[in-house]
């Protein structure tokens, strides 16, 4: 990253910090690159610092240190620019139920100085697209939380920005709402070359949806690379043996099969990490005949974004643990606005 | 930055437009007002048992009648009361998340904060007038109205409205200040509450002039709400002027002034508020 900056579509962080009141340390200086038209995703479970670091990049929050890059503008410097060009989607609904869907989308559309020939088009192709064109005259509050999704998707790209941020946008949906909701996300990226940012905690998501990962836990990136990388670096796939009754010596005539790393034993059967696992099976399942023992099933996993966290923070993946760092602010903030209140 | 400001002015009146019950509130206060307090706390009735001549209108510094003295301060009355609920609708856009959505765009501050101004300025003016008209309007139906004794010319019609007009945005810039600091609602009702009481019990809006001790009077001349009611009764009664120490624009430059420190400080809290967190 010496030279130039990166420019059009890029978001770079650089030791990016941000600790609330002194001592609640949100996140503590993250580092990444996110590439024009990729789909970036942060995973890490609550209270990781995730909504934090998109508060830093998308001009919400002053980071304490280091440096946001979006675009090819500095965050801090030049707030309002980086505004126009990205488009943000809370994790919360932040749209105007008071208000009907399509005067949602025209509003957004008002602030993103969307020229006034082409507002009414391109919130109707919106309205469409994400298949609010039959509720589009109803108020907001009616919606179905799906439908509340689509249409914070839309007020966020209404202006075509180069560049998306998504912050934990699916938290909350049916698994048939997620699908929908990423069907469009893909979908834009696909036709504009959008790069997107994706803050989640739900690691199939990540897994299927991202190009690339960061996994962040507690304020700092434990692991980054695509989800093929991040698994390839637990050492491979994992071939599960199950004889069908107890085989003691089995141990060490599977640990001699060429390309097998180590063995372990489990409930009766047998772990096997291995490279490539595909191409290794008829070896283990001919060492197994080769042994005189009979085989139950012999099963294949590459290993999951679960193992990889495991691997990566020592820790199963948490989902709630209490108060994130944000929330554990903002309640140091209320009780001191209580006691001013009092005295 | 004019686009925003419209658009964003067009927002909250749709949604004001679409809380018929909140309108419906608002206009319950001041008709309660003229058509039980006004009527029933009638000092005219005190001037028949004993009061000599003319001692009424000193009382009421140039007013015919307690009622018409009185509606003509229930003009800032009201415009404290109405301008209220915009600082709860900040507080409720910040919880509800669509102020963070909004502060999100490349919208500026100036025109996010304007546009509320604006709106809210509005149902407070429009209940002022509705209040002067009504209270006329009562006194054609034989009952205690309000008695127009000076003859109204432009310069004075615009006084009026220019009283009306300055003080609803200097209660609605205060409101909004509050709105923009605050985060919880019932702190905000608490504040406001603590505010609103003391700002028209020290003014002139519903006591008499002469019943008020000198150190009251000396207090309620610097309130605003006595500023805009002055003006009011200056322009509607005939015998007002004698008991006046200055002419209605002194009195509107003063208001004035409130409204420009008050818009200020607002100006100030919502910049801190919108922009990025800390």
């Not at chain 1, 890029?10 to 941000?18: E, Y």
């Not at chain 1, 192709?125 to 109803?138: H, K, P, S, T, V």
């Not at chain 1, 070359?193 to 507690?218: G, K, P, S």
């Amino acid at each position: 990253m010496s030279g130039t900056l990166p420019g059009d579509g890029w978001i770079v962080a650089q030791d990016l910090v941000k600790t609330f009141n002194g001592s609640v340390h949100a996140v503590r200086g993250v580092s990444f690159e996110v590439r024009p038209g990729e789909i970036y995703g942060f995973l890490g479970p609550n209270g990781a610092g995730k909504t934090t670091t998109v508060a830093m990049l998308t001009a919400g929050l002053e980071a304490t240190s280091g440096t946001g890059l979006v675009d090819g503008l500095d965050v801090r410097r030049e707030p309002s620019r980086v505004k126009r060009r990205i488009g943000v989607v809370f994790q919360e609904s932040t749209a105007d139920g008071d208000l009907t869907g399509r005067e949602n989308l025209e509003l957004a559309a008002a602030l993103y100085s969307v020229p006034r020939s082409e507002l009414r088009a391109r919130v109707d192709g919106l309205l469409e697209r994400m298949q609010i064109g039959e509720a589009a005259d109803r108020l907001a509050k009616t919606y179905s939380g799906g439908m509340r999704r689509r249409l914070e998707l839309a007020a966020g790209i209404v202006h075509a920005p180069r560049i998306l941020f998504l912050d934990e946008p699916t938290l909350g949906l049916d698994p048939q709402g997620r699908a929908g909701f990423w069907k469009y996300v893909l979908e834009l990226r696909r036709d504009h070359a959008m790069t997107v940012f994706v803050t989640t905690h739900y690691l199939d998501e990540a897994d299927d949806m991202c190009d690339r990962i960061a996994i962040i836990d507690h304020g700092t990136i434990v692991a980054t690379g695509t989800p093929g990388e991040l698994k390839d670096r637990l050492g491979g796939d994992i071939v599960t043996v199950r004889p069908t009754s107890p085989a003691p010596t089995l141990g060490p005539v599977l640990g001699a099969v060429p390309g097998v790393t180590s063995v372990g034993q489990q409930d009766g059967a047998y772990r096997l990490k291995c490279a490539n696992g595909e191409t290794l099976v008829p070896a283990i399942v001919a060492a197994c005949v080769g042994a005189g023992v009979g085989l139950q099933g012999v099963s294949l996993k590459r290993p999951s974004l679960d193992e990889v966290f495991l691997e990566f923070t020592g820790r199963e993946f948490r989902e709630d643990e209490g108060p994130t760092a944000t929330d554990r602010a903002v309640m140091v903030g209320r009780v001191r606005e209580r006691f001013r209140g009092r005295r | 930055m004019i686009r925003e400001t419209i658009a964003l002015t067009k927002r909250e009146l749709l949604r004001l437009a679409r809380n018929p019950q909140a309108i419906a509130t608002s206009l319950l206060l001041p008709i309660l007002y003229l058509l039980l307090f006004g009527q029933g706390f009638n000092l005219g009735n005190l001037a028949g048992r004993g009061l000599p001549p003319g001692a009424l209108t000193a009382l009421l510094i140039g007013a015919p009648t307690y009622f018409s003295y009185f509606a003509a301060g229930m003009v800032g009355f009201v415009a404290v009361t109405a301008t209220l609920f915009i600082g709860a609708n900040v507080i409720f856009d910040k919880l509800f998340g669509i102020l963070k959505r909004i502060s999100s765009t490349p919208a500026s501050a100036a025109s996010i904060f304007g546009a509320r101004l604006i709106a809210g300025s509005i149902q407070p003016i429009g209940l002022a007038f509705l209040v002067l008209g009504l209270s006329i309007a009562l006194g054609h139906l034989g009952l205690s109205g309000l008695d127009v004794t000076a003859s109204v010319g432009p310069v004075g019609a615009l006084e009026i409205v220019l009283a009306v007009v300055i003080l609803s945005v200097m209660f609605a810039s205060l409101f909004l200040a509050i709105g923009f600091s605050i985060e919880q609602p019932q702190t905000y009702f608490a504040i406001v509450n603590a505010i609103n009481l003391p700002v028209l019990l020290t003014s002139a809006a519903l006591y008499p002039w002469g019943t008020m001790p000198a150190w009251l009077q000396n207090v309620a001349s610097y309130n605003p709400v006595t500023l805009a009611v002055e003006v009011i009764r200056l322009n509607l009664f005939a015998a007002a002027p004698s008991y006046y120490a200055y002419s209605a624009g002194v009195y509107l430059l003063g208001l004035l002034g409130w409204a420009v420190a008050m818009n200020l400080i607002a100006t100030v809290l919502a910049r801190r508020a919108l922009g990025p967190r800390h």
